[in-house]
């Protein structure tokens, strides 16, 4: 993949894509708690502690959890899935003070959020689209120019 008249794309460093990771988990929790009066975020520090938090589970547990309930995801036709990234919210908010989600239906509002903002960002071109899994699916979709 090349920029312009034959300069080669450069992928950012791992900070930067780690930042923007973070930020975008912090974006993505912030509009949970703008549109559900159930889950409450005390300061900016807790939304970025929560939002570091989440973005760790979600890199290391939740592939791992995915893989140990494929068989139950194959017979639910992935529902339980869903729950897999529920659980990452539940244990989230019981290591982070000052982000809560209270009751369970508030737990599957905010889930059902984050996987509509997550597939927003994945059709939406952006800075949070050189991470992971958008990274990915954006060079697939951009044919190399030579």
Same mark, same amino acid.
């Given at each position: 993949?090349?920029?312009?008249?034959?300069?080669?794309?450069?992928?950012? /460093?791992? =900070?930067? *894509?780690?930042?923007? /990771?973070?930020?975008?988990?912090?974006?993505?929790?912030?509009?949970?708690?703008?549109?559900?009066?159930?889950?409450?975020?005390?300061?900016?520090?807790?939304?970025?502690?929560?939002?570091?938090?989440?973005?760790?589970? &979600?890199?290391?547990?939740?592939?791992?959890? *995915?893989?140990?309930?494929?068989?139950?995801?194959?017979?639910?036709?992935?529902?339980?899935w %869903? %729950?897999?990234?529920?659980?990452?919210l539940? $244990?989230?908010?019981? $290591?982070?003070?000052? %982000?809560?989600?209270?009751? %369970?239906?508030? =737990?599957?509002?905010?889930? =059902? $959020? $984050?996987?509509?903002? &997550?597939?927003?960002?994945? =059709?939406?071109?952006?800075?949070?689209?050189i991470?992971?899994?958008?990274? *990915?699916? *954006?060079?697939?979709?951009?044919?190399? /120019?030579?």
């Amino acid at each position: 993949m090349t920029l312009g008249e034959g300069t080669p794309a450069t992928s950012p /460093s791992l =900070l930067v *894509r780690l930042g923007i /990771s973070w930020l975008t988990n912090a974006l993505v929790l912030a509009v949970v708690a703008a549109a559900l009066h159930r889950v409450d975020v005390a300061s900016a520090g807790a939304l970025l502690a929560a939002a570091a938090v989440f973005g760790v589970l &979600n890199t290391m547990l939740k592939p791992l959890l *995915r893989l140990v309930t494929l068989p139950l995801a194959i017979l639910t036709l992935g529902a339980a899935w %869903f %729950f897999v990234s529920l659980l990452m919210l539940v $244990i989230t908010k019981a $290591i982070v003070g000052g %982000f809560h989600i209270h009751g %369970f239906w508030t =737990l599957v509002a905010a889930t =059902l $959020i $984050i996987w509509i903002v &997550n597939l927003v960002l994945d =059709l939406t071109p952006g800075p949070w689209q050189i991470t992971g899994r958008r990274r *990915r699916l *954006r060079r697939r979709r951009q044919p190399e /120019s030579r």
